[in-house]
């Protein structure tokens, strides 16, 4: 009997499982969609932004520019890596996928003793603690779908220390939301700006020839080119910062919910097994009962 009760218990507390899973997927679920709209709207203001830069890259080359954001010459030596990753767990390998290919980047291309680390998340802040790097910043606790206000914090941050010339460059890693099974850890170097990314700016807004002409000649930029620059490009660097908040938080919610639904599916299949495990116990003390019955039975008719 006390074989049965066991299973029972296992039976439940597996049911229980499977509706706390069950509840976390749904939940994961409304978020991620909410995680997805916001992607989709940051992309259209990502879009205007190209838009201005290739106009003002088709009048003027802005390499050519003397501003300190834009500076490309090495002076410290040093790099920084903002490294963005989920507060909890329950979301399968995203953040050991992410930590494993950020770490072979660091031994393909840097040098581990002159890189410093700004997290956001927990699990990053815990892999760079760790991992014996040098800790400059930690962000936790965002919402679950990250605002402008908590990714300008860490844009102020990271163009302070590039523009005193305490780094060389910035790099960028976070887990990039391409769908809901697929999340692809991406390390982007956001500082300095690289001549292929300005000639980008060209090629991802679309501008004919002719219009380019009539750029040139025509369009006057008030204020002047260098002005325009030193207030948009913060904001494009701040932007390419909430966009990966916000891929990173789509991305999250993505892994968990598809977690959640691979572990309420294995607490059914457990519970499945268990059941049947609990009626092939119970025939069996059935079967002996009705054995200890039909001797004792007989037993008694013998004598």
């Not at 749904?26 to 830069?53: D, F, N, P």
């Not at 309420?264 to 009705?290: F, M, S």
Request: with cysteine; proline share 4%; glycine share 4%.
């Amino acid at each position: 009997m006390a074989n049965t009760r066991d299973i029972k218990k296992r039976i439940k507390a597996t049911g229980n499982i499977g509706k706390i899973t069950k509840a976390m997927e749904m939940v994961s679920a409304a978020k991620m969609r909410k995680a997805q709209e916001k992607t989709r709207q940051s992309r259209q203001y990502a879009q205007a932004l190209s838009l201005i830069l290739s106009q003002i890259s088709t009048a003027v080359s802005i390499a050519d520019i003397p501003l300190p954001i834009l500076r490309r010459q090495p002076v410290s030596g040093r790099q920084l890596i903002v490294l963005i990753a989920t507060d909890k767990g329950l979301c399968g390998a995203l953040n050991n996928n992410l930590f494993r290919y950020l770490e072979t980047y660091i031994r393909q291309n840097l040098k581990a003793s002159q890189i410093e680390f700004v997290t956001v998340g927990k699990k990053a802040g815990h892999f760079a603690a760790v991992q014996g790097y040098q800790l400059v910043a930690s962000f936790h606790d965002f919402h679950d779908v990250p605002t402008s206000d908590e990714s300008l914090a860490v844009t102020r941050l990271i163009i302070d220390g590039f523009v005193s010339q305490k780094y060389d460059q910035v790099f960028l890693a976070y887990p990039k939301f391409i769908n809901t099974l697929t999340q692809v850890p991406t390390i982007q170097q956001i500082l300095p700006l690289t001549k292929e990314e300005l000639e980008e700016f060209k090629q991802k807004v679309f501008v004919p020839q002719a219009l380019e002409g009539f750029i040139k000649e025509y369009i006057l930029f008030e204020p002047d080119p260098r002005q325009i620059l030193e207030e948009v490009i913060p904001y494009a660097l701040e932007m390419k910062l909430y966009q990966a908040l916000i891929e990173a938080s789509a991305s999250e919610h993505s892994a968990r919910m598809v977690a959640m639904r691979n572990a309420h599916d294995n607490a059914e299949d457990v519970q499945k097994g268990l059941r049947r495990e609990y009626n092939k116990a119970r025939q069996t003390q059935v079967t002996n009962e009705i054995a200890d019955i039909v001797t004792a039975t007989m037993s008694l008719t013998l004598k």
